[in-house]
């Protein structure tokens, strides 16, 4: 149960807080001193071909179309301190998403290797262009870690563990069926720090009968284990009102992030549960009386587990990535100052790393209970 002991002040304190971010300020920008940098992005992983979006920066007054494609960029490729080719640009991507308080389309070039990286390689990238700065990224392609053995067990609660899923679907209304999975695993580089990132997914594409199901990720239950202590985030807002009380289990997320600092001989058992984990589907096949009845379904694909070793570069990326956009900090964020982005390229912008990833499958059962009535 959470505790949580409010008084008046930190209350006051918030409402000031708020007041004072609701100021104007004037600013006043130099825009002909502006001098726009590359901006590289990328996750390489071990025997895969490397690709790097590439674009530049802008000043947030441009409303041009094509303000942040470059064109005729030279990316340059090596290995272990070794040059090895000139990537190649193959298409450019259109990239929609939402910055603070606005939608915004991107276009970059996506440039590509012929090589493949191996576990260990040190990989560089520069990227240079006419009337740009050389920018460059250095990361290390980590070892694959390895899952050793999955336990599960299916447990029946009254109520949802996880309370903020957006995805939960119509139940009975009398449970709501969970797993709990213990999963022995150990790092790929033994005697060294290194940073994973757990995830499960609903293998939809596994459905032969509905095709275009998308994949889902699964909310994960890590309360019971200390290892996921650091994926734990408050918000400011609720630290301020319950003056520091334990809020662990209020939000849960489809991906934890964590260390090997618990690892003990580079080893651990992962102790974590997931919930609603069938695929819910509605479907209008069947008729009646020449209309179609609407039917609801709950599908049992396989779930994929995904334990990811992580370069230190995505480590803090990720970290950040993975804040609920919608917790109180994060609206905090959008009235008040900017704040700074994380980024690993010298000279530039973006982040360039790299990941190597386990992965082990899960057989899930029939839907025990029967389906849901019209």
């Not at 949802?160 to 709501?176: L, Q, R, V």
């Amino acid at each position: 149960m959470i505790q949580s002991k409010y008084s008046k002040y930190p209350l006051l304190l918030l409402a000031l807080l708020l007041l004072t971010t609701a100021c104007e300020k004037v600013i006043t920008l130099d825009t002909e001193m502006y001098v726009p940098k590359i901006v590289m992005n990328g996750i390489l992983s071990p025997d895969s071909l490397i690709e790097i979006k590439v674009s530049k920066s802008f000043l947030y007054t441009d409303t041009t179309p094509n303000r942040n494609l470059i064109e005729q960029a030279t990316l340059t490729l090596f290995v272990n301190n070794m040059e090895v080719e000139k990537l190649r640009m193959v298409r450019v991507d259109t990239i929609k998403g939402h910055d603070r308080l606005f939608d915004y389309t991107a276009l970059v070039s996506v440039y590509r290797s012929s090589v493949y990286p191996k576990a260990g390689d040190r990989v560089r990238v520069e990227a240079s262009a006419v009337g740009y700065p050389t920018a460059w990224a250095e990361t290390t392609v980590p070892t694959p870690p390895v899952i050793h053995s999955v336990d599960t067990t299916t447990f029946i609660t009254k109520r949802s563990i996880i309370k903020n899923d957006p995805h939960t679907p119509p139940t009975e209304a009398k449970a709501f069926q969970n797993m709990r999975i213990k999963m022995e695993v150990s790092g790929g580089t033994p005697n060294a720090n290194q940073h994973f990132l757990l995830q499960a997914r609903i293998m939809t594409e596994e459905i032969e009968k509905y095709p275009n199901i998308p994949t889902r990720y699964l909310y994960l239950f890590t309360d019971d284990d200390p290892i996921f202590e650091e994926s734990h985030r408050h918000s400011l807002v609720e630290d301020v009102i319950t003056e520091g009380a334990e809020l662990k289990g209020v939000r849960q997320y489809d991906a934890a992030l964590f260390s090997n600092k618990r690892f003990r001989d580079n080893r651990y058992t992962l102790d974590f549960s997931v919930s609603n984990f069938y695929c819910y589907h509605i479907t209008y096949e069947e008729q009646e009386w020449g209309l179609p009845v609407k039917k609801e379904l709950f599908l049992n694909p396989p779930i994929e587990v995904l334990f990811t070793a992580v370069s230190p570069e995505l480590y803090p990326y990720y970290k950040r990535r993975y804040d609920d956009p919608n917790s109180d900090r994060e609206s905090i964020q959008t009235i008040s100052e900017p704040e700074l982005t994380y980024s690993n390229v010298k000279n530039g912008i973006g982040v360039v790393g790299a990941i190597a990833s386990a992965k082990a499958r899960i057989k899930i059962p029939p839907y025990p209970f029967e389906e849901v009535e019209p």
